[in-house]
């Protein structure tokens, strides 16, 4: 009876790894699908493995997904090429499927077509996964229907091979998919040219003059002409020309054996193309490994290209925005920063358009209200309005002070050029013997008013010195604020939505029964997180009217007393007045007998605090750009609405990441609500170890400064990725960062956080800024839009006082 089962099984065994085999061969059948979600669908892979396709889902942009195609080998599995979907990315649930009519198509979880392959004609039967990163559609014959090679987006691997007209373009940010503003083009007459497009990136988008050309158009022998932009199996990039001649990026001799290194050629969203090369081997040695760059074009993105088009090159941005100055960094890759007295217009894009902080001037005005900000090495080297030869310096300022249409002038030599608002493709060069000199208003920019405020406040409060001078000065300076204030308020009314105090506001909020929120949760399943009120679970809830499930986080409060019952109603009546992005937003709420529930919306990231302290350190621009967004919500809830609010428990585990890692303030709970005309409140002590301002142990009014206070000690936090009390080390990080400040030791707060080293200037404002915050006196502190400021760059920072002089003081008597 056993020999009967010999067989079958033997056979089995000798067909297995043929089996195995099988499914590896990079073969994709027809009407196979992958589905969006996490844990990930197994991705089509290639036969060696190298190359993968399938879903991934980008961090720091939101919980969406990107089709596309990655080294599956490398820990950070570098994208290659991915589905130009519109918004860039796609909610999860969606599918791709491999049809006969219409090749790979891509669709939305509500069956709603979001990309699909332009087969042009034929029928697919299948599709292969080759080891080169190409995706091929191919009919019975194998032959080729469509494939990724012949559809590039930002980047090109070896075999890969550009014809002319080809185009490939860049992302719009290293998170963000969607069409970016530099392209890389081969040209009917044989040139390799790198140029920008107009802000509007659809088919109507308009060309700018290149930044790169080739020069391989020669129009007395056209065989001397480019006509491929080749990317060989060995990792070497040229233009073949006609008569069968090349023209490489670096000699051939420099590079490295294909069968040991990937190579990779890529757009970065910045405008520079560069070829890099990477280890196929992973050693043991514990060394991280990273992709290395072998060339990159052009040399020096921030300098702009002259020819005989002069005018064509003055329209459009470059590697920055309008108004924003440009710095070449490390690789070639551009450093973008705004000038003294300017702010980005989108914060979130460094590389942006840079608005004035100020009202530029009319004719209307005196010369006399105006000064020039001084950016030495800097140039703006369009936008020419008139030219003067043989002034010195200062005959270049005075002639754009006297002049009411005169944004800006550059003195070089004795040279003078005036400028015109915009400003564009500004460029610093340390080197550089010229300077830009930009006009700004002596009082038409606030800042630093306000901030000389909140310095003479804290003085009369540490000596208790006023003198009949000081006390006209703080007159007048009130009488300014004032007028300042009702100018911004009114401002501020047409612009920003404010809190709605009225009492409606509340009654739009969604009641829920226990029962449906039961339902919801399934029973409480799944906990989110825990304070000291309640347990927060993960749910859906129906929308009303519709059919489709939402996302919730639920707040069940576990001790029905006096004090979690005030607790609930405190925070029902605050959040449900607030509308603002960097604000967590309320769903709804139960109140029904014992059971008290509050419904928020899901924010899928979790909380700042599991983002800052895992290691590696988060990139520090995504720090920055969220230390700046609760920075804002905070100014919205003490300044932009009809009641004051102050959270009075402001720290990371109180800040949630959203599907874009964008940062929300949440647990309104031990808010403590302000009328307008109230200055201050009494209160018990509220907060948590480490973040507690100290009038709270002194039985002193609270103001909103108990916030600016926390968010001081969360800002140290982000920049130095460290606890405010780690009682494994033994530090306070408030003390250790002053000592680091005070002997001049900020490296030491970063450790080996290579982005954060590179951009010491803003660590050494964050934590200058950070120490005005945690002064023990509150008027020594800033108000949070001016902590706002001073955060953004458009307001000065001086060096700050010891935050702590008295508990300094007494432990020096004591010692």
Known sequence: MARLFQTPILSLLVLLPLLVSSQNNGSVPLGSSLTAQEPSSTPWRSPSGDFALGFRK?????????LSIWFDKIPDKTIVWYATVDGGIVPEGSKVTLTADRGLVLTSPQGRQLWRSQVMTGSVSHAFMEDTGNFVLQNVDSEDLWSSFSDPTDTLLPTQIMELGGTVSSRRSETDFTKGRFQLRLLGDGNLVLNTISADTLANADTYAAYYISNTFDPQNSTNSGFRLM?????????????????????????????????????????????????????????????????????????????????????????????NVCTLGKERRPICKCPEKFSLVDPQDEYGDCKPDFDVQTCNGSEDEYELVSLQGTN?????????????????????????????????????????FPLSYGIHDPSGSGSAFIKVPIRGNFRRDEYVNFEAEGKKNRDGLIIGGSVLIGALAFVNFVLVYLYNKKKNDLRNPRCDAHAEVESNLRVFTYKELKEATREFKEELGRGAFGIVYKGAVKTAGVAISIVVAVKKLDRVVQESDKEFKNEVKVIAKTHHKNLVKLVGFCNEGQNRLIVYEFLPYGTLASFLFSRPRPNWRERRRMAMEIARGIVYLHEECNEQIVHCDIKPQNILLDEYYGAKISDFGLAKTLMMNQTHTQTNIRGTKGYVAPEWFRNSPITAKVDVYSFGVMILEIVCCKKAVDLEDNVILTDWVYDCFREDKLIDLIEEDVEAIQDMETVARYVRTSIWCIQEESGMRPNMRQVAHMLEGVSEVPVPPNPSPYYSAFHSIKE
Request: aromatic share 16%.
């Open 58 to 66: 980008i961090e720091g942009n939101s919980d969406g997904f990107v």
């Open 231 to 323: 990317f060989n199996e060995s990792g070497y990039m040229y233009i073949l020309r006609r008569n069968n001649s090349t023209l490489g990026f670096i000699p051939v001799e420099n590079l490295l054996p294909s069968k040991d290194y990937y190579y990779r050629a890529v757009l970065h969203f910045d405008g520079v193309f560069a070829q890099y090369y990477y280890p196929r081997q992973q050693t043991n040695d514990g060394n991280a490994r990273s992709w290395s760059m072998l060339w990159s074009k052009p040399d020096n993105i921030c300098a702009k290209l002259f020819g005989s088009d002069f005018a064509e090159n003055e329209i459009g941005r470059q590697a920055c925005g309008y108004n």
């Open 380 to 420: 703006f080297p369009t936008g020419d309005y008139e030219r003067y030869r043989n002034y010195d310096e200062e005959s270049c300022k005075s002639s754009c002070l006297k002049d009411c249409f005169c944004a800006a002038v550059i003195h070089g030599g004795n040279l003078c050029w005036k400028k015109k």
